[in-house]
């Protein structure tokens, strides 16, 4: 007994240590989890009596053709804001990393600003660019001889213009990740490469590359969660709505428009755990895709 109270009086500074943490997590995090879950199966405004509705909310959700639009916008914004981010954040990596580079330090700080830029400020920046009547792009194109674009109003127009923000803004922090995954890389591996005479292509290729993949999952994965949550950019740009018809209405966009615009709450929570099984899934199939026998170096 005095040897169990003498292990409790050693232990219990480091339990009070780090219980402010879980106690902020628990009221914070797991309780408004755990609340969301319990409304899905409810139906309320936020204010009147809440109704059980049971699995009605999933099964409409099911056949919500407003709900499917809003995936494959968000997917087509994802696969156009992260599969050039990727490749172009993996060559920036490579030329930061690279010996001969002088600038390093103020590379680092320029490309990592935008990640924290106030979103609102880029999506307003992004939103004159690409103004129909008044824009940047726009005049350039006119400068150029070439028609002006509704950028705004056409629906490949309002993905492309809602992908450069996300691309913009996350550019310069994947390439510092990939640049640190290089990094990891032993020189001595490039050192071979040389003297047995590979250029920097065959190095990039067959040594980068390969060795990056674990970076690289990481990369995908946390791009996928961003992508699949995107929201103060289209809302900003587009409005609540996601502009003429619903073109730029993202999955969490239309979580806000239903809880917060039109007051079901219920509904809007039952969105919200369609999207956590969303992202689950495409989490395990970028996971297996790149950890699959034929993508091995």
């Not at 009596?49 to 995936?71: C, E, H, K, P, R």
Request: glycine share 8%; with cysteine; aromatic share 16%.
């Amino acid at each position: 007994m005095p040897r169990r109270k003498s292990e409790l009086q050693r232990t219990w500074p480091l339990y009070l240590s780090v219980a402010p943490f879980f106690l902020l997590f628990s009221v914070f995090g797991l309780f408004p989890l755990a609340f969301s879950l319990y409304l899905s199966f409810q139906k309320w405004d936020g204010i009147g009596q809440m109704t059980f509705v049971g699995w009605n909310q999933f099964a409409y959700l099911l056949t919500d053709s407003y709900f499917w639009q809003a995936i494959v916008n968000t997917l087509e914004i994802w696969l156009l804001a992260t599969v050039p981010m990727i490749c172009i954040s993996v060559v920036l990596a490579f030329l930061l990393a690279s010996p001969s580079n002088k600038l390093k330090s103020f590379y680092h700080v320029a490309f990592f600003l935008p990640h924290i830029t106030s979103i609102v400020a880029i999506a307003l920046v992004f939103g004159s660019l690409f103004s129909n009547q008044f824009g940047l792009i726009n005049a350039l194109l006119t400068a150029l001889g070439l028609q002006r674009f509704a950028w705004l109003s056409q629906p490949w127009g309002m993905k492309i213009a809602i992908a450069s923000m996300i691309l913009w803004r996350t550019l310069g922090y994947h390439a510092l990740i990939f640049m640190a995954g290089i990094q990891s890389i032993p020189a001595t591996l490039y050192e071979a490469a040389q003297i047995d005479g590979a250029n920097a292509r065959q190095i990039f290729f067959r040594i980068t590359l390969p060795l990056l993949r674990p970076v690289m999952l990481f990369t995908v994965i946390t791009s996928t969660i961003s992508g699949m949550q995107v929201f103060t950019e289209p809302q900003v740009l587009l409005g609540n709505d996601g502009g003429p018809g619903r073109e730029g209405m993202t999955i969490v966009l239309y979580l806000y428009q239903q809880a917060f615009g039109s007051y079901h709450f219920g509904y809007g929570a039952a969105i919200g755990w369609g999207l956590f099984v969303l992202i689950a899934l495409f989490s395990l199939f970028n996971w297996l895709l790149i950890q699959r026998p034929g993508a091995r170096a």
